[in-house]
Nanobody, 120 residues
Framework: QVQLVESGGGLVQAGGSLRLSCAAS????????MGWYRQAPGKQRELVAG???????NYPDSTKGRFTISRDNAKNTVYLQMNSLKPEDTAVYYC??????????????WGQGTQVTVSS
């Protein structure tokens, strides 16, 4: 079994910052790509930042320049530093990891989500 557990969400005023963490644990051989997604009420889940196991990052235009994703491969942990937050960033944030399991298969796992609320 593999678990991804997020932490760091909360309430912040517009213009503020938050840092999310996501730690993976369990029967993990390695983790390939990792990413942060968000889902606001009535909207589809969308990617906010992704990172390969080599450290290559990608961001959509909506978060580029404000959000920074990083990872610690030794700790199987991915982080999301969010700066200059806007009310439209309000959503439940989920981390995702593509995990190489003991069965030599890649499986996509999701965390349980953490609420981020940005007040105007």
């Amino acid at each position: 079994q593999v678990q991804l557990v997020e932490s760091g969400g909360g309430l912040v005023q517009a213009g503020g910052s938050l840092r999310l963490s996501c730690a993976a644990s369990g029967r993990i051989i390695s983790i390939n790509g990792m990413g942060w997604y968000r889902q606001a009420p009535g909207k589809q889940r969308e990617l906010v930042a992704g990172i390969t196991n080599g450290g290559t990052t990608n961001y959509p235009d909506s978060t580029k320049g404000r959000f920074t994703i990083s990872r610690d491969n030794a700790k199987n942990t991915v982080y999301l530093q969010m700066n200059s937050l806007k009310p439209e960033d309000t959503a439940v944030y989920y981390c995702n990891g593509r995990v190489l399991t003991e069965w030599s298969k890649f499986v996509s796992y999701w965390g349980q989500g953490t609420q981020v609320t940005v007040s105007s």
